[in-house]
């Protein structure tokens, strides 16, 4: 049985639909506390909706997703007609608390500090004092090499300075799982490398991580595992490796001859 933040994702035949649009059909997948998975894929494939329905925010119209062994979103009742009821926003909040999303857009407040973006959540969501709030802002602002910029504004950082606040950020919660949403689109190609340093070093510390990402290279040689999704679905699963040097299904084969090829 899993234990509370434990740092595992369970899905299980998980469908969203967009009206009439089914954007996951039946996705079913298990990760283990620590495991790296990069998922990859053309665009429209379903990779960052998968994220967000992980994170809660969006519901999903069926299947289940269990995150430290408890489902996202619902609790089970001991009604029969009725056996799941949806969370209540504060039930949901607390969910979500341990579960970090760095986002391809940064989603940074403007008017705010770097010191004031990492500490609000800490503080508002977790009831951290403001003194242990800073205290572990400034830790995890270190860890991305941000610390001396704490008291500069988003708008006055590079793109990839702003994405390793966004990280710091996340990880100022605390999380057992981090989820990763293309976090190098938006970058310059010249800022990619600084953001990709710190998905490897928080790769090494034993973190739970789900990647979506257009970097090969890192998908390659960082993750342990590489999901090829295609039309919702899962069309192939494998070591990381293995997945680019000999995969089975041929529209991964041509995906990768694609990317590869740029």
């Given amino acids: 049985m899993t234990q ?4 595992t994702v369970s899905l299980d035949k998980v469908v969203k639909r967009f009206g009439t649009n089914t954007v996951l059909d039946g996705v079913s997948l298990d990760i283990t506390k620590g495991e790296v998975v990069a998922i990859i894929g053309p665009s429209g494939s379903g990779k960052s909706t998968l994220l967000r329905c992980i994170n809660g925010l969006e519901k999903i119209d069926g299947g289940s997703i269990l995150v430290n062994g408890e489902e996202i979103g619902r609790r089970p009742t001991p009604n029969g007609r009725h056996p799941y009821a949806e969370l209540k926003p504060q039930e949901l909040a607390r969910q979500r608390a341990h579960i ?3 986002f391809q857009s940064f989603n940074l407040f403007p008017s705010m500090t770097v010191l004031e973006n990492v500490t609000l959540a800490p503080r508002t969501v977790l009831g951290l004092s403001a003194e242990k709030a800073r205290a572990s802002a400034l830790e995890h602002l270190g860890a991305v090499a941000m610390a001396d910029f704490a008291d500069r504004y988003p708008r006055t950082l590079s793109g990839g300075q702003q994405q390793r606040v966004a990280i710091a950020r996340a990880l100022a919660m605390e999380p057992s799982v981090m989820l990763f949403d293309e976090p190098t689109s938006a970058l310059d190609p010249e800022l990619v490398g600084e ?15 789900i990647v979506v990402t257009h970097e090969m290279g890192f998908a390659r040689d960082v993750c342990d595992r590489v999901i090829f999704m295609e039309g919702g679905e899962i069309v192939e699963s494998g070591a990381a490796r293995g997945v680019f040097t000999s995969p089975i299904n041929v529209r991964t084969q041509q995906f990768l001859q694609r990317v590869l090829e740029r």
Wanted: proline share 5%; charged share 25%.
């Fill in 4 to 7: 509370p933040n434990d740092g």
């Fill in 100 to 102: 970090g999303m760095v």
């Fill in 195 to 209: 953001v990709i340093r710190v998905l490897k070093d928080l790769a090494t510390r034993g973190f739970t991580m």
